[in-house]
């Protein structure tokens, strides 16, 4: 039965607003069906993105953050359109959100709100078990992905063809961060063997910020260009333990990558606890960008942790991916608590070992220690040749490194230590996070 028909137009000015469309629904509806309809769809070689999100009386149902300029969501108790929550259709007020990231010109749009019977539960099929991991080692690294998407939002790939990737990559954790919802967890959990953490890429108008270990959607439709985004990231790190990665802050925005920039005045990157500086391959201007800026915001005083991120949206893994290395753990309150400290490296790969001790401690990787000598030790998992890049202080030391040969050096540092490996052709294969000296 049809409860809701709006026809609507969208012209520019409605770019980065909000349509909040409540409807009312009966008891003892079996289904709901929403459709989402608009032309044009684009603008020469550019596309408008208007975008769904539903909220029941109980609570956030999900969100489906994908081009197209025709949408159908169908949510009912036992399955529903990824990025939407299966269950029950509640009596009550549901509220349809119409999200204008971009409207180039005007648009003709309509939405339609439909109750269904109760539709035939989906046959169930046990999917073939993935192959487990290999027992952790002693004193080893892992490398996990914490920027990645499947068709629960834009991405190409299920939940379960992600995991299969990443076994097959040699990953050992994940975070799904899904545009704008968290419906694709379960899928990923039932499939993926190794560490899980929770994880969203809250996708704005005004920037794209993921969010690592908090397990609730969390809502940004109320966010302006001037506040919001600093609350969020203040909330989540201190009650939590949680935090917000600015993603890709240097990608190009509208209208090629809508909201993609990070503009946010509120929260700058150097009042970021976290910054992506290597996000998908490792080429690219705006990950150069990004780095300088981040060195840039080391010099000046700011512990901000560098992150990567592959934000793969399928069909698999590329070599020069950038991920996120770490002392190997199968606890994910550990992980996290690892990931929140900067106790990590960038890397394609998770081929370094890292020791550094001074006045008789280990120090780790996002650490503080009072300053002055500094024994470092790295050791190779397997042959690497390029450049070893010492950065102490800000100044930069190369190095040749060749095949398996550790490399060993006490070194005086004043502000800060953090390496670098360049690949022979100059190209970034590794960034460690710094240890600081100071308090």
Same mark, same amino acid.
């Given at each position: ?30 289904a709901l069906r929403v459709t989402l309809t608009f032309t044009p769809w684009t603008l020469g070689d ?91 080692? @002693? ?6 992905? /914490?920027?990645? %998407?499947? &068709?629960? +939002?834009?991405?190409?790939?299920? $939940? #379960? ?6 076994? @097959? ?6 975070? /799904?961060?899904? %545009?704008? &919802?968290? +419906?694709?967890?379960?899928?990923? $959990? #039932? ?20 969010i690592i270990g908090h397990p609730e959607y969390a809502d940004w439709t109320a966010y302006t260009q ?149 024994d470092v030790r790295l050791e190779w998992t397997r042959p690497v040749t390029g450049t070893l890049v ?50």
């Amino acid at each position: 039965m049809e409860w809701h028909r709006s026809a609507f137009t969208l012209v520019p000015t409605d770019t980065k607003t909000h349509r909040r469309i409540p409807v009312d629904l009966p008891a003892g509806a079996g289904a709901l069906r929403v459709t989402l309809t608009f032309t044009p769809w684009t603008l020469g070689d550019l596309k408008n993105l208007v975008t769904l999100s539903i909220t029941g009386p109980r609570g956030f149902r999900g969100a489906g953050h994908r081009h197209g300029n025709a949408v159908e969501v169908l949510i009912a108790a036992d399955h529903a359109t990824p990025g939407y929550v299966p269950g029950e259709i509640e009596a009550g007020t549901w509220t349809v959100g119409v999200h204008t990231h971009l409207a180039l010109t005007a648009l003709d749009a309509e939405v339609v709100v439909e109750t269904l019977p109760s539709p035939a539960p989906l046959p169930h099929t046990a999917d073939t078990p993935l192959p487990a991991l290999p027992p952790l080692q @002693a004193g080893e690294w892992m490398m996990g992905d /914490l920027h990645c %998407h499947t &068709t629960h +939002s834009d991405g190409r790939w299920s $939940a #379960r063809d992600l995991a299969a990737a990443a076994l @097959a990559r040699g990953l050992r954790f994940l975070a /799904l961060t899904d %545009h704008n &919802t968290v +419906s694709g967890r379960g899928e990923l $959990a #039932r499939n993926y063997p190794g560490v899980l953490l929770p994880g969203l890429e809250l996708t704005t108008y005004y920037g794209h910020g993921v969010i690592i270990g908090h397990p609730e959607y969390a809502d940004w439709t109320a966010y302006t260009q001037q506040s919001g985004m600093r609350p969020l990231s203040d909330t989540l790190w201190a009650d939590a333990g949680a935090y917000v990665t600015i993603a890709h802050p240097f990608a190009p925005g509208d209208p090629f990558c809508t909201g993609c920039n990070w503009t946010y005045f509120d929260l700058r990157p150097g009042d970021a606890t976290h910054l992506e500086v290597w996000n998908g391959q490792r080429s690219g201007t705006h990950n150069a960008l990004a780095l300088e800026h981040w060195y840039g915001l080391v010099a000046a005083g700011r512990r901000v942790v560098a992150t990567a991120g592959t934000d793969n949206h399928g069909p698999t893994y590329r070599p020069d991916h950038g991920l996120t290395c770490t002392p190997a753990t199968a606890d994910p309150a550990r992980l996290a608590a690892q990931l929140a400290a900067g106790e990590t490296y960038l890397s394609t790969d998770a081929a370094l070992k890292p020791s550094l001790r001074a006045g008789g401690h280990d120090i780790r990787l996002g650490g503080t220690f009072p300053g002055g000598p500094l024994d470092v030790r790295l050791e190779w998992t397997r042959p690497v040749t390029g450049t070893l890049v010492w950065v102490i202080d800000g100044r930069r030391e190369e190095e040749p490194v060749r095949g398996l040969e550790p490399i060993e050096r006490t070194v005086d540092v004043r502000r800060w230590l953090n390496v670098e490996v360049r690949s022979p052709d100059g190209a970034l294969h590794t960034l460690s996070n710094p240890v600081y000296a100071g308090g």
